[in-house]
């Protein structure tokens, strides 16, 4: 029974993402084809180049912010080995869903003699402190954008509702969320339920987390490091926009906008396969880029990131190996002692 539930784990959204794709395709018109097959074509690839770099720094840094969280467990891993590590857990990730989580601890246990547990442990203070983010970036957009998302958002209302009026419906809808809320709270609060018990955990995990990036000896280069991760990634991604003509022009609020959706794509559908280039191309749409435009540079993006995760992931594993060619399994387990 749970092969099959660990099948359909991943089956399912690779379903839907192919699924999405071939429903978003058969959709289109010979001429949007035609401007969709254009648009590859004419892409100026010095710019998804660049991206690439951009997003190898990230991943380099993110390299470096792992050893800050590891010192505190008496020793400071070795650069290639966090940044192989790393690299290798995206590249699990693709494969299977949270796979990396488990492989990246694993290796870098395995060749630096520091235990699995606590390495897993130290992944949790990186996951808040990107997770605080995504999510303030989230906010950010809703506040700058909020008159076009009220706008649209209140448009799908009407359509819906008929005549009953704006205010009620908010205030109706602000009543019931606040009425939910509490009854959650409560219910987490109280409950022994499995279910609510991971929440539980998972919000404990949450403020564990922030309590370690506080305590850390070095935390404000964790910080540096998380900042100029985030840069990099919003870098990486508005970069590529200047690739096709028609996407140079933009807004930032637009490529953030683009951001945060392809990211939340990625999170529903593993490694966003389907999903992302749509989220982006819906997000642009508002921005008055053409539904093959806004397509094509969804499709470029997704190819340019999953192939620098591939290339780097693949390369990682021999490369790992080679580095640590002069360690011998007695040493590792001293280490571990």
Same mark, same amino acid.
């Given at each position: 029974?749970?092969?099959?539930?660990?099948?359909?784990?991943?089956?399912?959204?690779?379903?839907?993402?192919?699924?999405?794709?071939?429903?978003?395709?058969?959709? +289109?018109?010979?001429?949007?084809?035609?401007?969709?097959?254009?648009?590859?074509?004419?892409?100026?690839?010095?710019?998804?180049?660049?991206?690439?770099?951009?997003?190898?720094?990230?991943?380099?840094?993110?390299?470096?912010?792992?050893?800050? @969280?590891?010192?505190?467990?008496?020793? @400071?891993?070795?650069?290639?080995?966090?940044?192989?590590?790393?690299? $290798?857990?995206?590249?699990?990730?693709?494969?299977?869903?949270?796979?990396?989580?488990?492989?990246?601890?694993?290796?870098?246990?395995?060749?630096?003699?520091?235990?699995?547990?606590?390495?897993?442990?130290?992944?949790?203070?990186?996951?808040?402190?990107?997770?605080?983010?995504?999510?303030?970036?989230?906010?950010?957009?809703?506040?700058?954008?909020?008159?076009?998302?009220?706008?649209?958002?209140?448009?799908?209302?009407?359509?819906?509702?008929? %005549?009953?009026?704006?205010?009620?419906?908010? /205030?109706?809808?602000?009543?019931?969320?606040?009425?939910?809320?509490?009854?959650?709270?409560?219910? +987490?609060?109280?409950?022994?339920?499995?279910?609510?018990?991971?929440?539980?955990?998972?919000?404990?995990?949450?403020?564990?987390?922030?309590?370690?990036?506080?305590?850390?000896? %070095?935390?404000?280069?964790?910080?540096?490091?998380?900042?100029?991760?985030?840069?990099?990634? $919003?870098?990486?991604?508005?970069?590529?926009?200047?690739?096709?003509?028609?996407?140079?022009?933009?807004?930032?609020?637009?490529?953030?906008?683009?951001?945060?959706?392809?990211?939340?794509?990625?999170?529903?559908?593993?490694?966003?396969?389907?999903?992302?280039?749509?989220?982006?191309?819906? @997000?642009? +749409?508002?921005?008055?880029?053409?539904?093959?435009?806004?397509?094509?540079?969804?499709?470029? +993006?997704?190819?340019?990131?999953?192939?620098?995760?591939?290339?780097?992931?693949?390369?990682? /594993?021999?490369?790992?190996?080679?580095?640590?060619?002069?360690?011998?399994?007695?040493?590792?387990?001293?280490?571990?002692?």
């Amino acid at each position: 029974m749970k092969s099959i539930l660990s099948f359909l784990k991943i089956a399912v959204p690779l379903a839907f993402g192919a699924f999405l794709i071939w429903y978003v395709f058969k959709d +289109l018109t010979q001429i949007e084809k035609e401007e969709l097959y254009a648009s590859f074509t004419s892409a100026n690839y010095f710019w998804i180049v660049l991206s690439v770099c951009f997003g190898v720094l990230s991943h380099m840094s993110r390299a470096i912010r792992w050893k800050y @969280t590891i010192q505190p467990l008496g020793k @400071t891993p070795g650069f290639w080995n966090s940044f192989f590590t790393v690299m $290798i857990g995206y590249v699990a990730n693709l494969a299977l869903p949270r796979l990396g989580e488990v492989t990246r601890p694993g290796l870098l246990g395995k060749y630096e003699g520091l235990p699995f547990n606590k390495l897993f442990g130290t992944i949790v203070a990186e996951r808040v402190a990107d997770l605080v983010i995504l999510a303030s970036i989230m906010a950010t957009i809703v506040l700058v954008e909020f008159d076009m998302l009220k706008e649209l958002l209140f448009g799908y209302i009407e359509q819906g509702t008929g %005549n009953i009026s704006i205010e009620k419906i908010i /205030i109706i809808g602000t009543v019931v969320v606040v009425g939910l809320g509490v009854l959650f709270f409560f219910i +987490l609060s109280n409950s022994n339920n499995p279910f609510f018990e991971k929440i539980r955990e998972l919000f404990r995990g949450i403020f564990e987390g922030l309590s370690s990036i506080l305590k850390m000896e %070095n935390k404000v280069y964790f910080l540096l490091h998380t900042a100029f991760i985030w840069i990099m990634y $919003i870098g990486m991604f508005w970069i590529c926009f200047f690739c096709l003509e028609e996407t140079s022009q933009v807004p930032l609020a637009g490529v953030v906008a683009s951001f945060v959706m392809g990211s939340l794509a990625i999170v529903f559908v593993q490694g966003g396969l389907g999903v992302f280039p749509l989220a982006i191309m819906n @997000t642009l +749409l508002l921005y008055g880029v053409s539904k093959s435009g806004a397509l094509a540079l969804g499709w470029i +993006l997704w190819t340019s990131q999953t192939l620098m995760i591939i290339v780097l992931g693949v390369a990682s /594993i021999p490369l790992l190996r080679f580095v640590n060619r002069n360690k011998t399994i007695e040493s590792i387990t001293d280490n571990k002692k």
